[in-house]
């Protein structure tokens, strides 16, 4: 029943694009309210703008609010003092989805350089972990909470070529998994949300911008959209609060 979700407030990283643009546009047609949160802070305003164009069409009274933050997750002094950059009327955070996450180079071990190795564990896992670390307390605090953290079936699976990011996504599983267990008894809830394939800029951010190569990953298969996940976050966001979905595991009916 999405008017539970009615006035609360939403921290989504990774926003600008894909499954991330994706939830903070269906928190805001739910009535939430949005702090989104990305790097490339034009694109994000962007999607701040649809939010609120979201919003406005639903003709919801609750919610309305959005803030675009840049920030980079990796960078561990910038989410430190992320919280003061948050308007105070949104500092009161109910929800948190960790979707800031990407792949590079899907090849041998070998050949993938030092940067992308410690990039993708700096955003998928460190990132991911910090950004976490801001809110258990503030949850504790207000007695409610939800942590939501995009995992991938790469973290259930391991494949030729998926090294790095299969080590980052099954680091993600493990933490929350951990994270759950930790927070029992308590009314914060923790979900993981494993995506099969989706098309977003995903591919192309994995390409390194190659277009054609992008789309190559698509060949014969329909593959999820971003509006499909965020479906996903927020019916899991949306359960009565004692039930706690504690993962969701989709596939495109094509790919097993
Ligand atoms: P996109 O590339 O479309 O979106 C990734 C988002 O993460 C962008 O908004 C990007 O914004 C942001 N991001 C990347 N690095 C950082 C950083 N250091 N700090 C802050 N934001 C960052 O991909 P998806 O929407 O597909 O991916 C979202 C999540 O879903 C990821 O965790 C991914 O691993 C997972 N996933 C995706 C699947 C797929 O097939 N697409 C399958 C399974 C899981 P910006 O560049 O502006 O910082």
């Known amino acids: 029943n999405a008017t539970r979700l009615l006035g609360k407030t939403v921290l989504v990283t990774g926003a600008s694009s894909g499954i991330g643009a994706a939830t903070a546009v269906l928190f805001a047609k739910a009535g939430s309210n949005v702090i989104l949160v990305a790097r490339r802070a034009e694109i994000l305003k962007q999607v701040a703008d649809q939010c609120l164009a979201a919003h406005k069409e639903s003709g919801l ?9 840049q920030l980079d997750v990796s960078d561990k002094a910038q989410v430190a003092g992320f919280l ?5 009327d949104l ?9 800031a996450g990407y792949v590079l180079g899907v090849e041998h071990v070998g050949n993938i350089n030092e940067a992308d190795i410690e990039g993708m564990f700096a955003t998928n896992v460190l990132g991911l972990i910090s950004v976490t670390q801001l809110l258990p307390s503030e949850f504790k605090k207000k007695q409610a909470g939800h942590v939501i953290n995009l995992g991938s079936i790469a973290g259930r699976e391991a ?5 790095i990011y299969t080590a980052t996504k099954h680091a993600v599983r493990a933490f929350t998994g951990s994270l759950l267990r930790e927070l029992v008894n308590t009314p914060i809830r923790v979900t993981e949300i494993d995506p099969g394939m989706v098309e977003t800029e995903f591919s192309l951010v994995r390409f390194r911008g190659d277009t054609a190569a992008a789309k190559k990953v698509y060949d014969g298969i329909q593959p999820l959209t971003g509006h499909d996940i965020a479906e996903e976050i927020v019916w ?10 504690a993962e969701v595991l989709v596939y ?4 097993a």
Do not use: C, M, T, W
């Open 236 to 245: 899991a966001a949306s359960r009565p609060p004692h039930i706690n979905i």
């Open 252 to 255: 495109p009916v094509n790919q």
């Open 91 to 99: 500092r009161d955070i109910d929800i948190l989805v960790n979707n």
């Open 61 to 69: 009274s609750q919610g309305g609010k959005f803030a675009a933050i």
């Open 84 to 88: 003061e950059k948050v308007p105070s």
């Open 159 to 163: 494949y030729a070529g998926g090294s």
